[in-house]
């Protein structure tokens, strides 16, 4: 059951990530949810009652969020668990970017703003000089842009829309019809850079095949516009807009393969070189187009001509998987990490580069392979996790060595696994979870005792980890850094084990 009070206690504050800092009392407005567990702690049901604590509540959890938020767990003293939220002007610990200290240039800028047009982590993650970069790049697309629109009702004349000594009116109309469609398309590239540019660095293959599937939906709306000519507009904008984010996936994520491609550093001249192959190819493609075009029988009819791009347009997006098909990355994403562990995991050996990216299905979600594994979880969401604060305590003193907690939920059909990373993770962490994890899945009894197979698998880690990460080395994997991201939305703050 949960309920609001208002409430007075020590506001606390953190002088690091490590430590809590009491300072003097006073007044803050605070929300306040008690969580009751439907499940009893082994240790409750043997000894009946868990021992009184003082009347003074204690903290045996503490979950940080990138919005400055600061969520307690204590327990009271009738022994219940309670959940305090406390918010606060901005964050209390450098866990997260804090864009007020270290840019004070956008101090003025939201930080929701901040988050949708700069880099995650800005400004450590990129040079000193992009800031000042992208300031002057934007007036100078906003000029090139301008221009761009200019002519339009130039070219619009010329095949015929209006004409030189009748209405411009006719040609700035149509022009402007055009470049509305135009611009509606490119919101879905603004919504996919601001919303979601974290994503290519990890899965570039997927999203590039990604962005081919959903282009080919796109050009479905532009090739109805013949069947419904009066509703051109909003068709054509919809066929933009699909085709604009699915651009706004594969401009990114083919650089992330063009960087894959410059091993001497030279990304530059392989850039230029694709475009090289891209113009021949395209050429290539504009002539046979034309050809059909040109071919009456082909033409002729609307379900011809439909048929035509259908059947070319799946060779398209087979010739496309079979591309990506090919390459091969020695860096470690998140489906790659699990082919590799559950091997070690099973037969103490690694497959190489190769047969390890043959082995990679680009198409999964990672969130949909198995073992499911949730990272980043508070604790309030994870069903079916024992929330006593027997077991809390429990799972602070486990994981005490580790920079993450993991937890089981046998409550589903299958196995489900929920990682919370604690303040300073690293990819390393990320790894060592998904190694517990795969192992955990692999060796689990369903009737044990989940604390013994979770300190097993803890041993299992530490054991094993270190030959694991030289296995990866003699393999020819990048063990100096791993795609493996650290989410930022949560973190939980360093907690004395009880």
Same mark, same amino acid.
């Given at each position: 059951?949960?309920?609001?009070?208002?409430?007075?206690?020590?506001?606390?504050?953190?002088?690091?990530?490590?430590?809590?800092?009491?300072?003097?009392?006073?007044?803050?407005?605070?929300?306040?949810?008690?969580?009751?567990?439907?499940?009893?702690?082994?240790?409750?049901?043997?000894?009946?009652?868990?021992?009184?604590?003082?009347?003074?509540?204690?903290?045996?959890?503490?979950?940080?969020?990138?919005?400055?938020?600061?969520?307690?767990?204590?327990?009271?003293?009738?022994?219940?668990?309670?959940?305090?939220?406390?918010?606060?002007?901005?964050?209390?610990?450098?866990?997260?970017?804090?864009?007020?200290?270290?840019?004070?240039?956008?101090?003025?800028?939201?930080?929701?703003?901040?988050?949708?047009?700069?880099?995650?982590?800005?400004?450590?993650?990129?040079?000193?000089?992009?800031?000042?970069?992208?300031?002057?790049?934007?007036?100078?697309?906003?000029?090139?842009?301008?221009?761009?629109?200019?002519?339009?009702?130039?070219?619009?004349?010329?095949?015929?829309?209006?004409?030189?000594?009748?209405?411009?009116?006719?040609?700035?109309?149509?022009?402007?019809?055009?470049?509305?469609?135009?611009?509606?398309?490119?919101?879905?590239?603004?919504?996919?850079?601001?919303?979601?540019?974290?994503?290519?660095?990890?899965?570039?293959?997927?999203?590039?095949?990604?962005?081919?599937?959903?282009?080919?939906?796109?050009?479905?709306?532009?090739?109805?516009?013949?069947?419904?000519?009066?509703?051109?507009?909003?068709?054509?904008?919809?066929?933009?807009?699909?085709?604009?984010?699915?651009?706004?996936?594969?401009?990114?994520?083919?650089?992330?393969?063009?960087?894959?491609?410059?091993?001497?550093?030279?990304?530059?001249?392989?850039?230029?070189?694709?475009?090289?192959?891209?113009?021949?190819?395209?050429?290539?493609?504009? =002539?046979?187009?034309?050809?059909?075009?040109?071919?009456?029988?082909?033409?002729?009819?609307?379900?011809?001509?439909?048929?035509?791009?259908?059947?070319?347009?799946?060779?398209?997006?087979?010739?496309?998987?079979?591309?990506?098909?090919?390459?091969?990355?020695?860096?470690?994403?998140?489906?790659?990490?699990?082919?590799?562990?559950?091997?070690?995991?099973?037969?103490?050996?690694?497959? =190489?580069?190769?047969?390890?990216?043959?082995?990679?299905?680009?198409?999964?979600?990672?969130?949909?392979?198995?073992?499911?594994?949730?990272?980043?979880?508070?604790?309030?969401?994870?069903? =079916?996790?024992?929330?006593?604060?027997?077991?809390?305590?429990?799972?602070?003193?486990?994981?005490?060595?580790?920079?993450?907690?993991?937890?089981?939920?046998?409550?589903?059909?299958?196995?489900?696994?929920?990682?919370?990373?604690?303040?300073?993770?690293?990819?390393?962490?990320?790894?060592?979870?998904?190694?517990?994890?795969?192992?955990?899945?692999?060796?689990?009894?369903?009737?044990?005792?989940?604390?013994?197979?979770?300190?097993?698998?803890?041993?299992?880690?530490?054991?094993?980890?270190?030959?694991?990460?030289?296995?990866?080395?003699?393999?020819?994997?990048?063990?100096?850094?791993?795609?493996?991201?650290?989410?930022?939305?949560?973190?939980?703050?360093?907690?004395?084990?009880?």
């Amino acid at each position: 059951m949960s309920h609001s009070l208002q409430c007075s206690f020590s506001a606390s504050s953190f002088s690091s990530s490590r430590k809590i800092k009491r300072t003097t009392p006073h007044c803050l407005q605070i929300q306040c949810s008690s969580a009751h567990s439907n499940f009893k702690d082994e240790d409750e049901v043997d000894s009946g009652r868990v021992q009184d604590l003082s009347s003074q509540s204690q903290a045996v959890w503490i979950e940080k969020y990138s919005n400055g938020t600061t969520k307690r767990y204590e327990v009271d003293d009738q022994s219940q668990l309670l959940a305090i939220t406390v918010e606060e002007d901005r964050p209390t610990t450098n866990s997260f970017p804090d864009f007020n200290s270290q840019d004070k240039t956008l101090n003025w800028l939201p930080r929701t703003i901040k988050d949708f047009i700069l880099p995650e982590g800005f400004p450590g993650s990129v040079s000193d000089d992009y800031l000042c970069y992208m300031l002057l790049q934007f007036p100078t697309n906003v000029t090139g842009w301008i221009c761009h629109a200019l002519v339009t009702s130039s070219l619009l004349k010329a095949v015929g829309v209006g004409s030189f000594s009748g209405s411009t009116a006719v040609a700035s109309a149509a022009a402007i019809r055009w470049l509305s469609k135009d611009g509606i398309g490119a919101v879905g590239r603004l919504l996919i850079g601001g919303r979601f540019g974290n994503l290519f660095d990890d899965d570039p293959k997927q999203w590039r095949m990604y962005a081919d599937l959903i282009g080919s939906a796109g050009s479905i709306f532009d090739l109805t516009t013949q069947l419904y000519p009066a509703y051109f507009l909003p068709l054509a904008s919809a066929g933009n807009l699909t085709k604009a984010v699915a651009r706004g996936l594969k401009d990114p994520s083919f650089r992330v393969i063009q960087n894959h491609f410059a091993i001497s550093g030279n990304l530059g001249e392989v850039a230029a070189k694709e475009e090289v192959w891209e113009v021949v190819a395209q050429l290539t493609g504009l =002539g046979l187009g034309i050809l059909i075009l040109d071919t009456p029988d082909l033409v002729k009819s609307y379900s011809t001509i439909s048929l035509t791009w259908m059947s070319i347009r799946l060779l398209h997006l087979w010739l496309r998987y079979e591309s990506l098909s090919v390459l091969q990355f020695n860096t470690i994403n998140l489906k790659r990490a699990r082919i590799l562990v559950k091997s070690h995991v099973s037969h103490s050996t690694v497959p =190489g580069c190769v047969n390890c990216n043959r082995e990679e299905n680009i198409l999964t979600w990672q969130n949909f392979m198995k073992p499911k594994i949730i990272f980043g979880l508070p604790l309030e969401k994870m069903d =079916g996790v024992e929330r006593s604060h027997s077991m809390i305590k429990t799972l602070v003193k486990l994981y005490a060595n580790e920079r993450y907690i993991l937890t089981v939920n046998q409550q589903h059909k299958d196995l489900r696994f929920y990682v919370s990373f604690k303040v300073g993770a690293t990819s390393v962490s990320v790894l060592r979870s998904l190694w517990q994890a795969i192992w955990l899945s692999e060796n689990w009894d369903g009737k044990g005792n989940v604390c013994h197979q979770l300190a097993s698998s803890l041993m299992e880690l530490k054991d094993k980890f270190e030959d694991f990460i030289q296995k990866l080395d003699e393999a020819g994997w990048d063990t100096q850094k791993f795609n493996l991201k650290v989410p930022r939305r949560i973190s939980i703050d360093d907690i004395d084990p009880l």
